[in-house]
């Protein structure tokens, strides 16, 4: 089905946000919007709203709207949830990726392993895509959409990090360990690796904000 107007309006203004096109704590603008999406004051003010409920723009009485902001409690608080939800995920994908999912994975990790370091963008959307599989092939939809609500707020951080991380600070392994767990079907292993995956990240992320 074609995307209504609200929805590109949403896609294209997230984008924006996560990437950090659009600045954390700058203002927005709604007819530069209009004008740059070439889209209507509605499907802009349907977007503004749906980005609101996902913590990406923050609306003030009298004053506007803005990016939010990032804070290193903000940060601490998504991990806080990111470690449970993630390794959850990758709990229930053991038992549950199909035979398609499990082969997109693999080739993901090893994309990912072979990837050049100095490549960040890179790295990070097969990371992005890598994450998003496992969250579809634990075949819950209330885990899978919190998931990628806590996923879409960890990678505007990213966005923000990257020209700061080292490429030491990249974890090579821990896609193809993680895909290892889930295809020998070891829940807990997977679990746990995933959990380690979250932290490592975390720890790496907040020394350069």
């Known amino acids: ?22 600045t954390p704590g700058s203002v927005i603008s709604e007819a530069q919007l209009i004008d740059e999406l070439n889209l209507g004051r509605t499907p802009i003010r349907e977007a503004i709203k749906r980005l609101q409920a996902e913590n990406l723009v923050t609306v003030t009485p009298r004053r506007g709207m803005f990016v939010a902001d ?27 990726i199909t035979p398609d999912q499990l082969a997109k994975l693999r080739q993901l990790a090893q994309e990912y392993q072979l990837a050049s370091l100095e ?3 890179e790295l ?42 080292q490429s030491e600070d990249i ?6 360990e993680i895909l290892e767990a889930i295809e020998a079907g070891d829940a807990k292993r ?6 380690k995956h979250i932290k490592d ?9």
């Open 201 to 209: 990240f975390h720890q790496t992320i907040k020394q350069y904000l």
């Open 70 to 96: 990032i804070t290193v409690t903000d940060l601490t608080q998504i991990f806080e949830v990111r470690v449970v939800i993630e390794a959850l995920a990758a709990q229930l994908a053991t038992k549950r």
């Open 119 to 121: 490549d960040k963008k």
């Open 124 to 165: 990070i959307e097969l990371d992005e895509a890598f994450h998003s599989l496992i969250g579809q092939a634990a075949q819950n939809k209330f885990l899978e959409k919190d998931l990628k609500h806590y996923y879409n707020l960890s990678l505007r951080i990213w966005y923000l990090a990257i020209n700061f991380a």
């Open 190 to 195: 997977a679990a746990l690796r995933m959990e």
């Open 171 to 176: 974890d090579v392994v821990a896609h193809i």
């Open 1 to 22: 089905m074609k995307p209504t107007d609200a929805e590109r309006a949403y896609t294209q203004i997230k984008k924006q946000i996560v990437t950090t096109s659009m």
